[in-house]
Every structure is written in structure tokens, then in C-alpha cells.
């Protein structure tokens, strides 16, 4: 691990620290990471809102900052629609999709090796092929159940260090900032869906776990596409 946060409570510091605060923390972050990482520091954008904060936080520590964005053949009208036009407005943000056969309605059958296929093999691609370092993420640890555990700065994979700068804020503070920065966001989340990933397994529901509404049915229901939780600096090649 090299950038020289302090690993502190995190549970705390979501509710300890306000709203200005955490946008500084945040800025703090990526920032310090740019500092020691270059070019090598990468956005992994998924066109969702929290993507969409950092993203946008990170343009401003500097303009060249690139990203990448991991879409499959599943993925809404809405979501497509609106990564060609964010790509169209920033070239620097590099597209990967697996576009190799899979076998029909895999995310029925198999939800946890199509994500595999479609998201983390693709991830793993742009890690390997922009030659990431240090790779920035929206994840934040009050989305659900399966996201309560992580760090601010992390090294899953040996080499490979991963920054959640808004690791600590509410889904209310995410909503705040896009709306203080006039941050456009996918329409979907207009129709209600809180959380959004593939048409089949994206769901709207009333229930307070902001992720409740992925893979509902299966059970990876509320779950993990993997991204966060799979290896992804390995020797595979798609
Ligand atoms: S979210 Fe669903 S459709 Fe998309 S890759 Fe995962 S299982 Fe497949």
C-alpha cells in the first residue's frame, strides 16, 4: 500500500464527518493518489451515480485523469444511450465489452460466471491493458450488506491499490453533489431504480437496502458483480 491515508473507523466516519467534509476527503484522496500514481491512476466508471461523483471529482484534480467503463450486451437502452454521450464529451474514458458467446439466459442459470464473463473479465482487461496502478471506484459502504467491509484505500491484489474516495458518504450526500454540481445521471434513476447494472437482473423496489433490487431472485440477490471482490490482476487473457 502506498498513498498514506490512515486507515480510520469507517463506520465512524460516515456519520462524523459532514457533507463539506467528505467532499474534501474525498478530493484529498484521489488527489494524493494522482500525485504519486500519474497516469496511472484510473477511473473505473459504471455510468451509475456514485461513478458519476467521482468521476466528476476527479476532473477536477485534473482533466487528464482517464477512466474506463465495463458495459455488456445487457445493459438498458437508457444506460447505452447515455455512456455514448458521456464517451462522446470525454474520449479519455475507454470502453471494454466481452462480446464472446455465452450461453443463452446464463444470468438465470448463472448469474456469478455471467458477471464473471461480461464484467470481471472485462475489468481485468482494462487493468492489464492501461496499465492501472491505482484504480478509483463509486463503492460506498452504506449501499447494502455486501459493502460494509472495505477501506478507502485497499491493495486486494499485490501491486494493483484501489481508492474509494466516497467510500464514506451517504446516499443523500452522492444525490447532493450531483445536484450542486448539475451532474447529469442516467434517466433511469427518474423511473425509481436506486442501483443499476444489466436489464435482467436490475430491479425497482421499495426496500431500504439501496442494492435490494439486483438479482433479485437468485442468489446473488442484493449481491456482488465481483469487481470488488474477484482477483482481477491475473494471466487470463479474453
Ligand atoms: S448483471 Fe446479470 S446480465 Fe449482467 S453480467 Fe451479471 S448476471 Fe449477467
Not at 466481452?98 to 458477471?115: A, G, H, V
Not at 436506486?194 to 438479482?215: F, M, N, Q, V, Y
Request: hydrophobic share 35%; net charge negative.
Amino acid at each position: 500500500m502506498s498513498i498514506s491515508v490512515v486507515q480510520k473507523d469507517v463506520k465512524a466516519l460516515v456519520e462524523d464527518l459532514n457533507f463539506a467534509e467528505k467532499v474534501e476527503r474525498a478530493l484529498g484522496l484521489i488527489r494524493e493518489a494522482y500525485e504519486e500514481f500519474g497516469d496511472r491512476l484510473v477511473v473505473a466508471n459504471s455510468l451509475g451515480k456514485d461513478s458519476m461523483v467521482v468521476w466528476h471529482l476527479a476532473k477536477r484534480v485534473s482533466p487528464d485523469i482517464r477512466g474506463f467503463i465495463v458495459t455488456t450486451r445487457f445493459k438498458p437502452q437508457e444506460t447505452k444511450d447515455f455512456m455514448r454521450k458521456l464517451v462522446a464529451e470525454h474520449p479519455e474514458l475507454q470502453v471494454y465489452e466481452n462480446s464472446q458467446p455465452i450461453p443463452e439466459r446464463l444470468y438465470e442459470t448463472d448469474p456469478d460466471r455471467c458477471c464473471e464473463l461480461l464484467k470481471v473479465e472485462p475489468t481485468r482487461q482494462a487493468i492489464r491493458e492501461m496499465d492501472v496502478a491505482c484504480w478509483v471506484t463509486g463503492l460506498r459502504c452504506t449501499e447494502g450488506r455486501t459493502r460494509t467491509d472495505f477501506q478507502e484505500v485497499e491493495e486486494r491484489d499485490k501491486g494493483l491499490i484501489k481508492l474509494n474516495p466516497i467510500l464514506i458518504w451517504h446516499e443523500r450526500e452522492v444525490w447532493q453533489y450531483l445536484a450542486l454540481h448539475d451532474v447529469a445521471v442516467n434517466p433511469l434513476y427518474g423511473e425509481g431504480y436506486r442501483s443499476l447494472g444489466c436489464a435482467p437482473c436490475t430491479h425497482i423496489t421499495a426496500d431500504p437496502d439501496e442494492r435490494a433490487g439486483r438479482w433479485i431472485g437468485t442468489s446473488k440477490c442484493g449481491g456482488e458483480c465481483g469487481i470488488h471482490t474477484k482477483p482481477l490482476v491475473t494471466d487470463y487473457q479474453i
